[in-house]
C-alpha cells in the first residue's frame, strides 16, 4: 500500500512537471526608462544690458606651444582663430549673469558675474556651445586637445 501511494505521487509529480514544461511564458517586454526631458535653457537680454556692450576679449592659448593671443570678438559676430580650422562666435554677452530655472539673464548691467555665449566650430562641424565666466574659468570649461578658451574681457559700447 506503502509503494503503491509513492508511485501515484511521483506519477503525479511527473504530470505536473510535464504539464508545466509545455506551457509557454508569454514573451518578455523589456521596460524602457523614460529619462526627464530637459527644456532647453531660453537666454533673455534685458533692455539694461542690450546695446550697452560690443565685444569680449576672448583668450586662446595654444597648448602645444604655451602661448596666448588675446582676440576681441564684436558680439554677435565670428572670428577664425588664425592658424587653425576653428571658428569663435560670440553669441550673448550677460555682465551680471544669473540662471533663473530655464532662463539664463542678466540681473544688471554691472559687472558681477560676466559670462559669454559662445559657438565653437572646427572644420565647419559645431562642436561646442556654452558658457565662458570671468569669475569661473573653469566652470563647464570646453576642452579641446590643441586650445584652451576663457574670457579675458569686455568692451563697453561707445
Not at 539694461?48 to 576679449?57: H, I, M, N, P, T
Not at 602661448?67 to 565670428?78: D, H, L, N, R, V
Not at 560670440?90 to 532662463?103: A, I, K, Q, R
Amino acid at each position: 500500500m506503502k509503494r503503491l501511494m509513492k508511485l501515484m505521487v511521483l506519477s503525479l509529480v511527473a504530470m505536473i512537471t510535464v504539464a508545466g514544461c509545455n506551457k509557454q511564458d508569454p514573451p518578455k517586454v523589456e521596460a524602457t526608462k523614460q529619462l526627464p526631458v530637459k527644456p532647453p535653457s531660453v537666454v533673455v537680454v534685458p533692455e539694461s544690458v542690450k546695446g550697452k556692450w560690443k565685444a569680449v576679449k576672448i583668450s586662446v592659448i595654444n597648448k602645444n606651444t604655451s602661448k596666448q593671443t588675446i582676440y576681441t570678438i564684436a558680439i554677435g559676430s565670428q572670428f577664425q582663430v588664425p592658424d587653425s580650422n576653428l571658428t569663435l562666435k560670440v553669441e550673448n554677452f550677460l555682465p551680471h549673469f544669473v540662471m533663473e530655472g530655464t532662463t539664463l539673464t542678466s540681473q544688471s548691467n554691472e559687472l558681477l558675474n560676466p559670462a559669454a555665449q559662445l559657438r565653437i566650430s572646427e572644420g565647419g562641424r559645431e562642436i561646442y556651445k556654452g558658457w565662458l565666466f570671468t569669475l569661473y574659468p573653469t566652470t563647464h570649461a570646453f576642452q579641446h586637445p590643441l586650445f584652451s578658451f576663457t574670457l579675458a574681457g569686455y568692451l563697453p559700447a561707445s
